[in-house]
């Protein structure tokens, strides 16, 4: 069964702390995908990576990092965490080459005070 | 720039009945898949159904189908017999590849006993 792990499901951090949320899959995936969910906006991506050590930005990186340095994790890094990027976010993970189905995880809840 | 429009927020549905959920998208793509996805409350996100632009035939996963008019740039999902589990979000998700997926605002289905 396929798996994509979100490591803390729901965080509460201050403003201005540096946040990390970790993802890892263990299906080999060559794509993984940040995506910020909130109310009455959908998903929106933040960044994806498509192999080792390469990222893309995506539709609203400002304020956000990744890093992916082994092929199974994906870690998503709020430098300074602001009250405007308190939201649910979710990690997926694709195939290099299918027809894009994305494997999503249970999401982080993040709230920035 | 692609975009996805859900224009229904929210929808109910009777047990055992069918329903429509409607979403139009809007690019100068030739060739792209369409999703959608369900997200159950406080659970993660599956794909529900997937269609190539290439094709024309309707897709069907069992209870699930869609109408697909590519003229049109319309995707709708039917879901008959409604089901208590079929309660969730849905996201019409569209990609011009795998690895740039444009989801719309979403629609929440509440099937009712």
């Known amino acids: 069964d396929v798996k994509v792990t979100q490591s803390s499901r729901y965080l509460v951090k201050r403003t201005g702390e540096k946040v990390f949320l970790e993802c890892v899959q263990d299906?080999?995936?060559?794509?993984m995908f940040w995506y910020r969910q909130d109310p009455g906006l959908g998903l929106r991506l933040i960044y994806f990576s498509y192999d080792v050590k390469m990222k893309e930005k995506g539709d609203i990186p400002e304020g956000y990092s990744v890093s992916r340095e082994k092929k199974e994790r994906f870690s998503l890094i709020l430098e300074s965490a602001s009250t405007n990027q308190t939201s649910m976010y979710l990690c997926?993970?694709?195939?290099?080459?299918?027809?894009?189905?994305?494997?999503f995880g249970e999401g982080s809840r993040l709230t920035v005070l | 720039a692609q975009t996805v429009t859900q224009s229904q927020p929210e929808m109910s549905v009777q047990e055992a009945e069918t329903v429509t959920l409607s979403c139009t998208y809007d690019?100068?793509?030739?060739?792209?898949?369409l999703f959608w996805y369900k997200q159950p409350p406080s659970r993660q996100m599956i794909l529900v159904i997937r269609?190539?632009?290439?094709?024309?035939q309707n897709a069907t996963e069992n209870r699930f189908s869609v109408n697909f008019q590519k003229a049109a740039k319309s995707f709708s999902l039917k879901i008959s017999d409604s089901q208590l589990g079929d309660t969730a979000m849905y996201f019409c998700a569209f990609g011009p590849s795998y690895q740039k997926v444009t989801f719309g605002t979403g629609t929440k289905l509440q099937v009712i006993p």
């Open positions: 269609q190539e632009a290439y094709k024309q």
């Open positions: 997926a993970s694709s195939l290099g080459s299918n027809t894009g189905e994305l494997f």
């Open positions: 299906m080999d995936h060559e794509n």
């Open positions: 690019t100068s793509e030739s060739n792209y898949y």
